[in-house]
């Protein structure tokens, strides 16, 4: 892909997100590490990566695995050090890939030093770092929030008499956003990683981290909102979305954009409206991209997404970029979710995801539609999986990377227990895919490599096309025509006159479509139009 644009990486560029402690064990514990992805940045180029993110590496108890932070600055001693971290991205930048960490700034670790000030005494000159509240006259919580992992976001302590907020587990204290202190150390700890040649972050549920001063109580949810505003139970309303959270990304964004390449600040913004998340883009001065949760939460169907990318695109307008992924490790794994074990729904999705017009993140093992893995009871290890067992849980899409049929799937040494179980590597691998050009692999790959050949999949325009229900069609720019059927039953696309590029059915590859398009169920088609439009 031609570098013309400092950007295109992120921009153009297919993304891969990394769960580290399941992607490859080098030292035979069970857990991956950092020298792991080091070693497989080959199997990355390969796929045509330009850029990772991992989930956090940064010191943590692992009360949520790696999200309640106790040293922003230091590696997780079992993940690795900090030699080896500047060694991958080292080795990445050889492969012109980057390398783009977690940044979590709405809480720490219940360990970390600054709590354990700050809760040392109502007098400590870090108490205000966190939010501390009286409870009620009755002795209540001191507002009706509630945590995103159930219950309420409050626990009293009962030491100094107060309450401090936790907008997730209680070992997760949420940093106070309005004390000056607390922005000026997030400065110094970006600015510690930018100059380590990381290349930007990816962060930690962004939209939340200023609270309402007042701390006002959360209204009701009502009949327009989304489902999973609905399931929440309230709308987060002063917990969340609140107007200065926007200084802070405005800050973020000039530390970013003072570094030579301009760093990349992309957001969890759980978010479902689209104004909301277009607004996190700000006037071009905060972040580079927000993740769409109404994309993974939408079905696998034609009318439903293209709703959520037409949305998106009409909110985003011209400035502002979107991005697409299926999954993450907060979510079950789009194989499984939305194509139900159908391999030809894997394939339909994942054309799909790569040639929508924004930055598209892989979660790793999408490139081989790694499903999810059943994880029993006595396995869990996911906090919230505790709590919603058997309803919910996020440890099937954190299981093991599937490299190879041999035993320890490559993950990890034969005979080596991994941290998390192994799903059926001998299933779905890698090593098996990688030879057979029919494979999901071989699919991504290509998909991957005809995007950074065609400068209309990178940048072209997105405008839709009418096809039969069920098929969900578009243009991008002048020449390329993608259509996928997201049903089970065939169907056609008017007026397309062209070749096949990639089709999900290799069998279909640089077949001439004359007029039709036709699609089986669950088939989808790039095409490449004989006459510019
Ligand atoms: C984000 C993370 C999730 C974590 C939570 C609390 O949603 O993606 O894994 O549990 O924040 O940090």
């Not at 969340?240 to 969890?268: M, N, T």
């Not at 396995?379 to 299981?399: N, Q, W």
């Not at 056609?492 to 004359?514: F, K």
């Amino acid at each position: 892909m031609p570098d013309d644009d400092p950007a295109a990486w992120w921009r153009e560029g297919v993304l891969y997100q990394i769960y580290p402690r399941s992607f490859a064990d080098t030292d035979g514990d069970g857990v991956g590490n950092i020298a792991g992805i080091t070693a497989h940045l080959d199997d990355l180029a390969w796929l045509g990566i330009r850029g990772i993110w991992l989930c956090p590496v940064t010191v943590s108890p692992d009360a949520d695995w790696g999200y309640d932070v106790a040293d922003y600055t230091a590696v997780q001693p079992g993940l690795g050090t900090l030699d080896e971290l500047d060694e991958l991205i080292a080795r990445a930048a050889e492969r012109d890939m980057r390398v783009i960490l977690d940044l979590v700034p709405n809480h720490t670790s219940d360990r970390h030093p600054w709590f354990l000030e700050s809760r040392a005494s109502r007098d400590s000159p870090k108490r205000d770092w966190y939010v501390w509240a009286d409870a009620k006259p009755d002795g209540s919580p001191p507002n009706n929030w509630t945590s995103s992992f159930g219950g309420p976001a409050w626990t009293l302590d009962e030491a100094t008499g107060q309450h401090y907020l936790h907008n997730f587990l209680s070992e997760q204290p949420d940093l106070n956003w309005w004390n000056e202190d607390v922005r000026a150390e997030f400065d110094r700890i970006l600015r510690f990683w930018f100059d380590r040649g990381v290349a930007g972050f990816r962060i930690d549920v962004v939209h939340m981290i200023v609270k309402d001063r007042e701390l006002r109580d959360n209204p009701a949810t009502t009949d327009d909102d989304h489902w999973f505003v609905k399931v929440q139970g309230q709308r987060r309303t002063y917990n969340s979305c609140r107007p200065e959270v926007h200084d802070v990304l405005r800050r973020w964004r000039a530390i970013a954009d003072s570094y030579d390449p301009q760093r990349v600040l992309i957001g969890e913004t759980h978010v479902f409206d689209y104004q909301t998340l277009a607004s996190f883009y700000g006037e071009g001065d905060e972040l580079d991209l927000a993740f769409n949760f109404m994309f993974i939460n939408a079905p696998l169907e034609s009318d439903e997404l293209r709703g959520v990318v037409e949305s998106t695109a009409t909110a985003l307008g011209d400035r502002s970029w979107p991005v697409w992924t299926a999954g993450n490790h907060d979510n079950y794994r789009f194989p499984s979710r939305w194509a139900g074990g159908n391999p030809d729904a894997t394939r339909a999705a994942l054309m799909m995801l790569l040639t929508l017009r924004g930055a598209a993140f892989l979660y790793y093992g999408d490139e081989i539609g790694m499903p999810d893995t059943e994880v029993s009871r006595e396995r869990i290890l996911d906090p919230v999986g505790v709590r919603f067992f058997p309803v919910y849980g996020r440890d099937p899409e954190r299981t093991p990377m599937h490299w190879s049929p041999r035993a320890g799937a490559g993950f990890t040494e034969a005979g080596v227990e991994p941290w998390l179980p192994f799903g059926d590597f001998n299933a779905v691998n890698v090593a098996e895919q990688r030879h057979d050009p029919d494979s999901i692999l071989s699919l991504t790959r290509d998909l991957i490599s005809l995007r950074d050949a065609i400068p209309d999949l990178r940048r072209g325009a997105h405008t839709g096309v009418d096809a039969d229900p069920g098929v969900w069609a578009w243009r991008r720019g002048e020449r390329v025509l993608v259509a996928v059927n997201l049903s089970g039953a065939a169907a056609t696309v008017p007026g397309a006159r062209g070749t096949v590029r990639i089709g999900t059915r290799r069998g279909r590859d640089d077949e001439r479509v004359d007029g039709t398009l036709r699609l089986d169920g669950w088939e989808g088609a790039v095409v490449w139009l004989d006459d510019p439009r």
